[in-house]
């Protein structure tokens, strides 16, 4: 077996595992309440381990069907989350970086939920918390939540969803605050390391002639 033919199969396994690996963790099916245009929802991302990113999601929104709007990703270290209006993380900007503004259409049925929108990635180190927060424009959001009572959350391996709070003033303590409110839609998500290369059989870090030595090693050992 030639160097090349290790570098060629460590660039797949890499490639098939890392750059394609997405996963979708759903939040809230349906809404049941809702803002309006330049309101913000806050949410928690917690790694439950390896360090990710998420790319993609989908939101509920107040959009008539099929029509366009925007959200505008922020992120914190820490918790994003908690009131009152006047005080609590959304209550400023202090600590908050915007991350971009994404282009959102609404799905097929208004004030329903959007299509996958491609955000700007929120970066989610090995476990830790990033609070981050949706400002909606052209259409307000929706989500899941009447009253008062204890935040959502949703999970898997990877990555914990704590969710969550809507200001419609927010990164000021005026306005309305409400809690909790959860995300209606999903997270996509892909771990930031890739897996270890599988060619690098005496785990070096290097792909050398001493691991092909040691594959022929392993090959005449039947191993």
């Given at each position: 077996?030639?160097?090349?033919?290790?570098?060629?199969?460590?660039?797949?396994?890499?490639?098939?595992?890392?750059?394609?690996?997405?996963?979708?963790?759903?939040?809230?099916?349906?809404?049941?309440?809702?803002?309006?245009?330049?309101?913000?929802i806050f949410f928690n991302l917690t790694s439950n381990g390896p360090a990710l990113r998420v790319t993609e999601m989908t939101t509920g929104s107040t959009a008539a069907a099929n029509a366009a709007f925007t959200v505008?990703?922020?992120?914190?270290?820490?918790?994003?989350?908690?009131?009152?209006?006047?005080?609590?993380?959304?209550?400023?900007?202090?600590?908050?970086?915007?991350?971009?503004?994404?282009?959102?259409?609404?799905?097929?049925?208004?004030?329903?939920?959007?299509?996958?929108?491609?955000?700007?990635?929120?970066?989610?180190?090995?476990?830790?918390?990033?609070?981050?927060?949706?400002?909606?424009?052209?259409?307000?959001?929706?989500?899941?939540?009447?009253?008062?009572?204890?935040?959502?959350?949703?999970?898997?391996?990877?990555?914990?969803?704590?969710?969550?709070?809507?200001?419609?003033?927010?990164?000021?303590?005026?306005?309305?605050?409400?809690?909790?409110?959860?995300?209606?839609?999903?997270?996509?998500?892909?771990?930031?390391?890739?897996?270890?290369?599988?060619?690098?059989?005496?785990?070096?870090?290097?792909?050398?002639?001493?691991?092909?030595?040691?594959?022929?090693?392993?090959?005449?050992?039947?191993?």
């Open positions: 077996m030639s160097k090349s033919t290790f570098l060629a199969l460590c660039g797949v396994a890499a490639v098939g595992s890392s750059a394609f690996a997405q996963t979708t963790l759903n939040a809230n099916a349906t809404s049941n309440n809702g803002g309006s245009a330049n309101w913000a505008e990703v922020f992120t914190r270290a820490g918790t994003g989350l908690g009131g009152p209006v006047s005080g609590g993380p959304g209550s400023s900007s202090d600590g908050w970086t915007s991350l971009g503004t994404a282009p959102a259409t609404q799905g097929a049925a208004a004030n329903g939920t959007s299509l996958t929108i491609d955000i700007p990635d929120i970066a989610v180190p090995a476990g830790q918390t990033v609070g981050v927060a949706l400002l909606f424009t052209g259409a307000g959001p929706r989500y899941f939540g009447l009253g008062a009572g204890a935040y959502q959350t949703f999970s898997d391996a990877n990555l914990l969803l704590t969710t969550g709070d809507s200001r419609s003033v927010p990164f000021t303590p005026t306005g309305s605050f409400f809690s909790p409110r959860g995300l209606t839609g999903s997270l996509t998500y892909v771990l930031d390391n890739p897996p270890p290369c599988r060619p690098d059989l005496n785990n070096d870090g290097e792909l050398t002639f001493d691991d092909i030595q040691f594959f022929v090693s392993l090959y005449n050992a039947n191993d």
